[in-house]
């Protein structure tokens, strides 16, 4: 597949991450400030209150008339569903920090998150994307497990179970969404078929929409038929997992039509998710995503077939779902600690040169062997 101008400069811009980090943190900088303010003035939002700011910041979007993202690739993975803010916290720099994958990918291919952002290392889920992504990369890829186990619930503790007395019995539902790259068309009458079946019983019945589909005509149906509408927030809210997280915590069951990277999040957390079939059909507007389609389609198919109307938690889902979301890949503070002291040294040593970082990386087992023998699992783990 012939790649664009603007990507091939990407690609070599990834080369030097100093050179990289300068070029992206002084381009679009009108754009990247407009931005940053619109964001932060959503992100103080209690999206479980009330979602009629996030819908009347998206049909400005939709009109064009506001960004809905930075051009700054190094900024938005730092920001992207609040993950690398739940692993790291706030870093004054992030140039010798991983990158962080923004979830569930089964593509045989690396995107934005890796491809365009020249740092030391990589952090995904598990050691199916590390595998994929080291075949393209030679940066460590650290396999940390689900991203959600590190985040921190929206509320607090008091506030939890008073929403979870007022909410009562919970279905939470993740109807599919589509983005700027991906539209969707799907059969509206079968999915609100589906759910009458699944909605008696439950005191609440909480439809989680993505920002992108916040004004859809489904989402409206939804709302008219008096379901409560809740969002996460838009893509680069630091906030978006807390609240993910904490949706999921006040739910009883979750159900949807898609599977997605919530799919590991909601068994993660020890909640049974019901897949339904409406009919999906993908479209996708960037040739990277359509190339593998057939590489796609065989993971996704293994992951849905385990909950496909499956009203429990099973030990097939678990195996199964265990391999892709890293089940058994959690990483304690001190070893995320140790992964960002890692990325740091390969950094010193490459000064952000991706043509040495092989050499940093046997530098380094040979230092770590023999002096901190955690740090060498780590990087050992990582390749």
């Given at each position: 597949?012939?790649?664009?101008?603007?990507?091939?400069?990407?690609?070599?811009?990834?080369?030097?991450?100093?050179?990289?980090?300068?070029?992206?943190?002084?381009?679009?900088?009108?754009?990247?400030?407009?931005?940053?303010?619109?964001?932060?003035?959503?992100?103080?939002?209690?999206?479980?209150?009330?979602?009629?700011?996030?819908?009347?910041?998206?049909?400005?979007?939709?009109?064009?008339?506001?960004?809905?993202?930075?051009?700054?690739?190094?900024?938005?993975?730092?920001?992207?569903?609040?993950?690398?803010?739940?692993?790291?916290?706030?870093?004054?720099?992030?140039?010798?920090?991983?990158?962080?994958?923004?979830?569930?990918?089964?593509?045989?291919?690396?995107?934005?998150?890796?491809?365009?952002?020249?740092?030391?290392?990589?952090?995904?889920?598990?050691?199916?994307?590390?595998?994929?992504?080291?075949?393209?990369?030679?940066?460590?890829?650290?396999?940390?497990?689900?991203?959600?186990?590190?985040?921190?619930?929206?509320?607090?503790?008091?506030?939890?179970?008073?929403?979870?007395?007022?909410?009562?019995?919970?279905?939470?539902?993740?109807?599919?969404?589509?983005?700027?790259?991906?539209?969707?068309?799907?059969?509206?009458?079968?999915?609100?078929?589906?759910?009458?079946?699944?909605i008696v019983g439950f005191d609440?019945?909480?439809?989680?929409?993505?920002?992108?589909?916040?004004?859809?005509?489904?989402?409206?149906?939804?709302?008219?038929?008096?379901?409560?509408?809740?969002?996460?927030?838009?893509?680069?809210?630091?906030?978006?997992?807390?609240?993910?997280?904490?949706?999921?915590?006040?739910?009883?069951?979750?159900?949807?039509?898609?599977?997605?990277?919530?799919?590991?999040?909601?068994?993660?957390?020890?909640?049974?998710?019901?897949?339904?079939?409406?009919?999906?059909?993908?479209?996708?507007?960037?040739?990277?995503?359509?190339?593998?389609?057939?590489?796609?389609?065989?993971?996704?198919?293994?992951?849905?077939?385990?909950?496909?109307?499956?009203?429990?938690?099973?030990?097939?889902?678990?195996?199964?779902?265990?391999?892709?979301?890293?089940?058994?890949?959690?990483?304690?503070?001190?070893?995320?600690n140790s992964i960002l002291e890692?990325?740091?040294?390969?950094?010193?040593?490459?000064?952000?040169?991706?043509?040495?970082?092989?050499?940093?990386?046997?530098?380094?087992?040979?230092?770590?062997?023999?002096?901190?023998?955690?740090?060498?699992?780590?990087?050992?783990?990582?390749?």
């Open positions: 597949m012939a790649i664009s101008i603007k990507d091939y400069a990407k690609t070599i811009l990834a080369k030097n991450a100093k050179v990289n980090e300068f070029v992206y943190d002084h381009a679009d900088l009108t754009r990247h400030a407009k931005y940053i303010n619109l964001l932060s003035e959503l992100s103080n939002l209690d999206y479980l209150d009330s979602v009629d700011p996030l819908k009347e910041y998206m049909k400005a979007v939709k009109n064009n008339k506001l960004p809905f993202y930075s051009t700054n690739a190094n900024w938005s993975n730092a920001h992207i569903y609040g993950i690398y803010h739940s692993l790291f916290g706030q870093q004054n720099s992030l140039i010798s920090t991983p990158s962080v994958e923004h979830g569930l990918i089964l593509h045989n291919a690396i995107f934005t998150d890796t491809r365009f952002t020249s740092r030391p290392a990589c952090v995904s889920m598990s050691s199916f994307r590390k595998k994929i992504i080291r075949s393209y990369s030679n940066r460590p890829v650290f396999s940390v497990g689900p991203y959600i186990d590190y985040a921190k619930y929206y509320y607090n503790n008091d506030r939890l179970r008073e929403l979870k007395n007022s909410l009562g019995k919970t279905l939470l539902v993740f109807p599919s969404h589509s983005t700027d790259n991906c539209e969707l068309s799907f059969d509206q009458k079968k999915f609100l078929d589906y759910l009458e079946k699944y609440t019945i909480l439809i989680n929409s993505f920002y992108w589909n916040i004004n859809d005509l489904l989402i409206s149906a939804l709302e008219s038929e008096g379901f409560k509408i809740v969002s996460c927030g838009l893509r680069d809210d630091i906030h978006f997992l807390e609240r993910l997280k904490s949706y999921i915590y006040l739910s009883d069951v979750v159900i949807g039509d898609s599977i997605g990277t919530h799919v590991g999040y909601v068994l993660s957390m020890n909640k049974p998710y019901i897949y339904m079939d409406s009919d999906i059909k993908e479209e996708y507007s960037d040739p990277k995503e359509r190339e593998d389609l057939p590489f796609v389609n065989y993971h996704l198919n293994k992951i849905r077939d385990c909950f496909i109307e499956s009203p429990m938690i099973t030990p097939e889902q678990k195996e199964v779902c265990g391999s892709y979301w890293g089940f058994d890949c959690h990483k304690t503070q001190d070893e995320l890692i990325s740091a040294d390969i950094f010193e040593y490459t000064q952000g040169k991706e043509r040495t970082i092989n050499q940093a990386v046997n530098y380094l087992l040979n230092k770590y062997i023999v002096e901190d023998t955690v740090k060498y699992d780590l990087l050992f783990d990582a390749l």
